[in-house]
């Protein structure tokens, strides 16, 4: 046994490696990998992840062989740092060890059933992102990693590895956290050579095994800028999105930040984090339209009226995404004294702010809106003419309040934002900015007023109110009920009502 070392700090990411005394016989160990018997510790957050219980017995690391987990990372290291989508219809905004989990249920295949294409598609995004899926055998956390915006996500199940012995169970209950790039990739990466440097082989066979580990390391460190953008928003968009930052002649916009301390890129170039939260079937003509928009927005601007008001630490929720998002507009209509007797003036509030406001036709439906700030860009909120939510005053100015959420809280670690809202972005981002938007037009306050003054929430008159506070009826139906003034039957026979 040699002493153990550790890469990163426990409070945010910690890995410890361990090389472990193996005395059974070599014969009979797995072939490949059986000279590499090792322990492993993970912590995320303070929380030890691989802590386990094996009847009277607690232990911290679990004991196994650390070569194809290295040779797992090493194989998937791009798509672990840089591949966000999962490749199947998500319309929650959970964890990706729940979601994926779910999903391998979801669509296991039938008899006669033309889901197994769908499922082949969530068996390979598990393999890339699922800790077991390197575990050959072991008993390892139910962990999944991905990208998610500019950060990365880490989330654990409590689901126990398959084949465990009686009396063997993970001590961490399910959970997620979304850590810096840089605080994940860099102790992984420490790790992933360290056990390429300090492997020793007994035999010819482990001294293959060896070698090819060092060639998949050195792959990794050879990643260019062009594969992750390809894994990031896939190989179609990809190659549409270069084409036109090459025809606009900037395609050095397109280049990512990369973190020197590992082959990752830590902060996405603006117009591949924008492209990241669209349908990757987008037309060539609205790339372009979208591009250019953010070409032109790339230059110096005053934005002392906005940034009093941006909170970079929100991040990304954890929490309930519609709490937060409630919470946050409240305290900024105090922040900023709205008066809210009366209707809340969006634009007003946008254009207070700096905030350009631009309307396009887009070809897509898909895409509401466009949230735009940050170091460099001017402030900017793009709608959608072409959007059902923009076909009326009361949509536009919905998505002018959830674009805002967007600039405000969503800049975190990148000191930018350039957020599509639409179906493929974000679940727990976007839900939060309905939320957030829904308060912003309709406080508790002036929803207390038309309590009072209609004597409850009958149908006829809720037609009246919502014109009245220049919001739909059904924004009007779902923010009652999630303030708890009406109950789901009444939703229902409201909702049929309008």
């Not at 361990?18 to 018997?37: I, K, Q, V």
């Not at 998505?399 to 599509?420: F, G, K, N, P």
Request: proline share 5%.
């Amino acid at each position: 046994m040699s002493q153990p070392v550790s890469f990163g700090v426990p409070e945010r990411f910690q890995i410890t490696l361990d090389w472990l005394d193996d005395r059974s016989p070599l014969t009979s160990r797995p072939l490949g990998y059986g000279f590499s018997l090792g322990s492993l510790r993970l912590v995320v957050r303070g929380f030890p992840i691989t802590a386990h219980t094996f009847g009277d017995e607690q232990h911290e690391a679990v004991r196994w062989y650390l070569l194809p987990v290295a040779q797992w990372i090493a194989e998937n290291w791009a798509h672990l740092f840089h591949e966000e989508d999962f490749l199947w219809p998500e319309r929650t905004f959970a964890a990706a060890a729940t979601a994926c989990n779910v999903a391998l249920e979801r669509w296991l295949p039938e008899d006669n059933s033309n889901r197994a294409a769908v499922y082949d598609q969530v068996r390979r995004w598990w393999e890339r992102h699922a800790l077991r899926a390197g575990a050959a055998g072991g008993l390892f956390p139910d962990l999944f990693l991905r990208r998610l915006g500019d950060g990365v996500e880490l989330s654990w199940s409590s689901r126990e590895a398959d084949f465990a012995p009686e009396g063997f169970s993970f001590a961490l209950a399910a959970g997620a956290a979304v850590l810096r790039v840089q605080d994940v990739a860099e102790p992984l990466w420490d790790a992933l050579q360290w056990i390429a440097a300090n492997a020793v082989a007994p035999d010819d066979a482990a001294a293959v095994e060896i070698a090819a580990l060092k060639e998949r390391v050195a792959l990794v460190q050879a990643s260019t800028d062009s594969e992750i953008r390809r894994i990031y928003l896939g190989d179609p968009l990809a190659q549409k999105v270069e084409a036109v930052f090459e025809d606009l002649g900037r395609p050095e916009l397109l280049v990512s930040k990369f973190d020197i301390a590992a082959p990752v890129a830590d902060l996405l170039a603006a117009p591949v984090a924008m492209f990241g939260g669209v349908d990757p079937r987008l037309t060539l003509k609205d790339v372009r339209t979208l591009s250019g928009i953010l070409v032109n927005q790339l230059r110096t601007y005053d934005t002392s009226a906005l940034d009093a008001f941006v909170d970079r630490t929100v991040g990304f929720p954890l929490s309930p995404a519609h709490d937060e998002g409630y919470d946050l507009a409240e305290a900024l209509l105090d922040d900023l004294e709205i008066d809210t007797s009366s209707w809340v003036d969006i634009e007003s509030i946008v254009k207070r702010f700096g905030i350009k406001l631009i309307s396009r036709q887009l070809d897509t439906r898909n895409i509401r809106g466009v949230a735009l700030a940050g170091s460099g860009i001017v402030p900017t909120v793009i709608i959608n003419k072409n959007s059902p939510f923009s076909q009326n005053e009361a949509g536009r100015r919905f998505t002018m309040a959830h674009e805002l959420c967007h600039i405000l809280y969503d800049q975190s670690r990148a000191r930018r934002v350039a957020q599509v809202s639409g179906p493929w972005a974000p679940g727990g981002v976007e839900k939060r900015a309905n939320a957030f938007a829904a308060m912003l037009l309709m406080p508790r306050a002036l929803i207390e007023r038309y309590r009072r003054r209609s004597q409850g929430w009958s149908g006829p008159h809720l037609a009246e109110i919502a014109e009245e506070m220049h919001v739909s009826v059904s924004a009007l139906i779902e923010h009652l009920y999630n303030l708890g003034y009406i109950d789901e039957a009444q939703r229902e026979a409201l909702r049929t009502s309008h």
